[in-house]
């Protein structure tokens, strides 16, 4: 090898991003490029003069010495990561690539700065840990409150059985009693479901199946009959170009649930609620467009808390802010998505769009 090719090498050692290392089988550095040093915050001094092992996370000792001693046995190391400690005390996440070469006692190395990719799957991990949690949390919940409910629900279901309406003369009382009963028997229905599904499997598993559009409207509507009926609340639908979806049923009926029960509760005041409903396909992709007139808001300044948890928009004293939160849950969590506009006072629509 001439003079040239030996001052290559160098500057190539010299300038590698890399941490390039060379280590005698006595644990101790023989030579090391600059970003060693700039990386661990020590100087070529002191990290000659300490076996390499000084410096390695406590942690990770043993199980770096455990690959090291493999490394004696001329077995190659390869993307093996461990945390080295800065002198500053920071911890750096190393991967290393270890070569031995038995005839002249040393080991050539090669190592990575993953910190920044340590950082984010750690970020990551401890996301998916909180989103499990709450997810839990929001089954049992769910699964509390539907149990406790189902109760009291029957309950009422027995004062109408109890109730004699042979006795009654009057149509419209007739019909009213109809119209409770209804609802009532719809609400136990829905509790049942709701439990037996939370009893049988865990809430990230979520079952879809063909959804009939313009059916599970109608079970929707059913069960706010009464609301919509006082309200004076007019609701026209057209699912004429898209008339099924693939879709988990109860995730469906409760998105319809919150988008309508939110349309009729803020409402302009002296206005009767508008809505409007349908169906299309844009672009290979099933659609549903949810729209109304009521007081609407505006999108800039709560487009980015619009679908947070407990986020209130009006002083509406029965607002949760729960209702969106969950339609945009039911939406995303089956790989779909939910688009808003909004003008104050001109009303709102929805666009939400199914994976097919």
Known sequence: MNTSDTFNLELFFDLSADLLCITGYDGYFKKINPIVSKTLGYSNEELYSRPVSSFIHPEDRNITAGNRSNLLKNIPLLNFENRYVTKDGEIVWLSWTSIPVESEQVVFAIAKNITHKKKIEEDRNTLIENLTRINHDLKQLTYTTSHDLRSPVSNLISVFQLLDTSKIQ?????EFIGMLKAATENLKDTLNKYVDELSQKDVLTIQTEELDLQSCFHVVKQSLNTLILNSRTTID????????????????????LNLITNSIKYVKTECNPVITIYSREVNGVNQLIFKDEG?????DKVKDRIFGLNQKFHGHTDSKGIGLYLVHNHVTSLGGQITIESKVNEGTMFVISFRN
């Open 170 to 174: 009057d149509d419209e009382t007739l």
């Open 237 to 256: 639908t057209d699912f004429s170009e898209v008339k099924k979806i693939k879709f988990n049923r109860g995730y469906f009926e409760s998105i319809l």
């Open 295 to 299: 007081l609407g808001f505006d999108i």
